[in-house]
């Protein structure tokens, strides 16, 4: 038998394991405060940059602004900030390689104002200043440069670290002081062409004719209004590109036709959807009708090119094979974008999303009438050169001609995302524009080489997050380079005018490439519910017709259930399943509220019938703007026979009453489902339960009646006709025994003889 370790022994052990863990966690504890929480809680801003295109008769001095904002919660010490320049870039290549600033490797002697130490929740500013031009000046000569403006420092007692990196080009088009850059021949410059987007996702949510407008949320009250994203890029045209100058003969207004119909509706009044599924008025009405108020003074004598309408996702119309949707998506936009802003846009000229098309989407784009596309380079065969002009595949004398946008500007107006630099590229802030500028200048510096001169057609994303400021900066940089002579402005009207469909063009084909792969564009299943619901609008649309002179034609019904078809097969649902899921579905679900508007109203009792061929009095209700032809129709039910019912036209927002012609096979109490269909057999409306209540006999039951009454009749002459034939064989039994026997006395006979004998 073990004994027990003493008490004394127990405690000693006890506190020797307390001390252990105490002395091995004591260390760890000391040096909790100092130890960094996360790199990504101290971030490098810039604010600005002058001058943004370095000039011969510009400033010899670049400065440049920022703040390092700490929002971690231990200090900065020993912040230093510097700036790293590269090698001036060469080629588009070379161009998208430097703009991650990688390049940037040798340190530039400059004066830094900042401070050494940045306390927690604290915004500490700084400004470079670094010499253009002299003895270890920064542009010694013309070209691109790659520069990275770096953070580093000490966080939470640590070591010295990069806290941040932020890259740009600044392109350097003359030296300070110097001779300003030879200019080639005019008719030898580099043309530049700037698509300008005016565009947004799509809001609004699909409701029922007559309701109020209902978007998805509130923020293009915001962007609309003073400040916002929209109302910025229409006030940069009007300060940057005033008409006459050069960055106004270089742009193209590339305008979505929903947002302007979205902003007229919002301008009259509209409700936003609140989270728990209600809906509130908005906020932005005044700012919309001002907005677009602005564009539409804007828009006149400016080039105009409509987008597809709510940026839908032509790839994933043809793969889904809804060409009726393709072509609506290309018409309505255009001829929208003309009605809203009394302007022409350049005709059957489409700008697919993302500048991508495949073999099919292309065949229904060119069975559509479209004649011009823009391009991403990629998509094509041949790596073609920045604003190139080739004829795609198509019908001798149709093929359309493809015009390929600049993947340099393109990349650098793009976000890029990489945990080592943040890039303002893609965003609202400040420099967001600044890598454009510098692919701007590159193609203006790089000469016309052989052939045609290159033409630089920019073209920003869709939803170009660039405020105002960036923008305009944008513009300011054609209106310089066209100053210096290095750039001729042209827009996209004035490159394609000339191309007819006899002009001799080099040849192109789609690339292998083309398109998009299934993960990157939006769902097929997705694209075939939305093209159930085309056809069930169709269906609907075959069945109505206008209400009288002056009231809406079916296409007036149908044409906006089209537009939230469109509007769920945007291309800004791509990569979002979640988000094309939540779009369809509301489609989906307003093809269903739509149908449920034509009905036959359900009975608040029941029928009852007197006669097995008395009608049933129907009612179908019609809560559509248009009129609409239907068929009703009931059910079989077992005991009741029906007569087709003729069709009936109900008119908008009315109503129409129907004798169903029936015959009633059996009494009692049953039920029969009446439903509303159109003349294809689309159902309409909920299903209508009809009760039933029989007191007349039907012809079975008649003939039944007629056949027991018969038998009844027969079994009762049986019964007479045997009791005859027995009351005959009893007579002549008496008689024969009367004869047989003269004494015998029938008992019957004795009464009347004592009768007579008294």
């Not at 440069?145 to 932020?166: C, D, I, N, Q």
């Not at 994933?316 to 009726?324: E, H, I, K």
């Not at 022409?344 to 489409?350: M, Q, S």
């Not at 609202?428 to 045609?452: C, K, N, Y």
Request: charged letters at 20%; one cysteine or more; hydrophobic letters at 45%.
């Amino acid at each position: 038998m073990s004994r027990r370790p003493p008490r004394a022994y127990a405690a000693g052990l006890l506190l020797l394991v307390g001390l252990l863990v105490a002395l091995v966690a004591a260390p760890s504890a000391a040096a909790a405060p100092e130890a960094p929480e996360d790199d990504a809680a101290v971030s490098l801003v810039l604010d600005g940059m002058t001058p943004r295109v370095v000039t011969a008769d510009g400033p010899g001095e670049l400065v440049v602004t920022g703040h390092v904002a700490n929002r971690s919660a231990v200090p900065v010490r020993d912040l230093a900030v510097r700036l790293a320049k590269g090698s001036a870039v060469t080629g588009s290549r070379g161009a998208v390689d430097a703009l991650d600033g990688d390049g940037a490797t040798q340190a530039v002697r400059a004066r830094v104002d900042a401070p050494s130490t940045v306390e927690p929740g604290q915004d500490a500013p700084f400004t470079l200043r670094v010499p253009l031009a002299g003895t270890d000046a920064l542009a010694a000569r013309t070209g691109v440069l790659p520069l990275r403006v770096e953070a580093t420092g000490s966080l939470g007692g640590a070591g010295t670290s990069r806290l941040g990196a932020v890259p740009v080009l600044l392109p350097v088009v003359g030296v300070p002081g110097g001779r300003p850059a030879t200019p080639p021949p005019a008719d030898r410059a580099a043309s530049i062409s700037v698509l300008y987007p005016l565009a947004d996702r799509p809001r609004r949510l699909p409701v029922v004719p007559g309701a109020p407008t209902l978007l998805a949320d509130d923020d293009l009250a915001t962007s609309f209004a003073p400040g916002g994203r929209l109302a910025g890029l229409v006030d940069a045209l009007g300060r940057a590109a005033p008409a006459g100058s050069a960055a106004a003969r270089s742009v193209c207004l590339a305008v979505d036709a929903d947002l302007l119909e979205t902003a007229q509706a919002m301008a009259g009044g509209y409700q936003v959807r609140t989270p728990d599924g209600g809906a509130r008025p908005g906020a932005g009405a005044a700012a919309a009708g001002q907005w677009l108020d602005a564009v539409r003074a804007q828009a006149r004598g400016r080039c105009v090119t409509a987008l597809p309408y709510a940026d839908t996702d032509l790839v994933a119309t043809a793969r889904g094979n809804l060409t009726d949707l393709t072509t609506a998506a290309v018409a309505t936009g255009t001829r929208r974008v003309a009605e809203l802003l009394g302007v022409t846009p350049v005709p059957d000229t489409v700008w697919p999303a993302g500048g991508l098309v495949d073999e099919r989407s292309l065949a229904d784009l060119t069975a559509g009438g479209t004649r011009n596309l823009l391009l991403d380079p990629d998509v094509l065969d041949g790596d073609p050169p920045a604003g190139a002009l080739a004829r795609l595949p198509g019908p001798a004398g149709a093929a359309p001609t493809a015009v390929t946008l600049d993947p340099v500007a393109a990349a650098a107006l793009a976000p890029r995302t990489d945990e080592a630099v943040a890039s303002p590229a893609g965003t609202p802030g400040a420099l967001a524009a600044q890598d454009a500028v510098g692919a701007l200048a590159l193609r203006a510096l790089q000469g016309p080489g052989t052939g045609s001169p290159p033409v630089d057609v920019v073209a920003p994303p869709i939803d170009w997050a660039a405020n105002g400021a960036e923008a305009g900066a944008l513009l300011g940089a054609v209106d310089e380079l066209t100053r210096l002579g290095l750039a001729r402005p042209v827009d996209l009207g004035g490159l394609l005018s000339p191309v007819g469909a006899g002009t001799p063009l080099p040849t192109a084909s789609l690339s292998a490439r083309s398109g998009l792969s299934e993960a990157d564009g939006l769902q097929q299943s997705a694209v075939a519910r939305a093209g159930q619901v085309r056809d069930r609008q169709r269906e609907l649309l075959a069945a109505t017709e206008r209400d009288g002179v002056g009231a809406p034609s079916p296409s007036d019904f149908v044409e906006p259930l089209t537009d939230d078809v469109l509007r769920s097969l945007s291309a800004a649902w791509r990569g979002d399943p979640a988000a094309q899921d939540a779009a369809v579905g509301a489609v989906e679900r307003q093809n269903d509220e739509l149908r449920s508007l034509v009905r036959v109203v359900q009975p608040s009792g029941s029928y009852s019938l007197g006669s097995n061929d008395a009608p049933l009095l129907l009612t179908v209700e019609n809560r559509l703007p248009v009129a609409v032809r239907v068929d009703v129709v009931l059910e079989p039910t077992n005991g009741l026979r029906t007569t087709p019912v003729p069709q009936l036209t109900v008119p908008a927002f009315g109503s129409r009453q129907v004798q169903v012609e029936v015959e009633v096979t059996r009494a009692g109490q049953f039920a029969v489902d009446a439903r509303a269909r159109t003349p294809g057999g689309e159902p309409l409306g909920p299903t209508a339960r009809l009760l039933l209540r029989s007191t007349a006999y039907g012809t079975i039951t008649v003939w039944l009646t007629a056949s027991a009454a018969l038998v009844l009749v027969i079994l009762a002459s049986v019964r007479i006709a045997r009791r005859v034939r027995a009351a005959r064989r009893d007579r002549r039994s008496r008689r024969s025994r009367h004869r047989g026997d003269p004494t015998t006395t029938d008992p019957q006979d004795l009464p009347t003889r004592e009768l007579q004998k008294r």
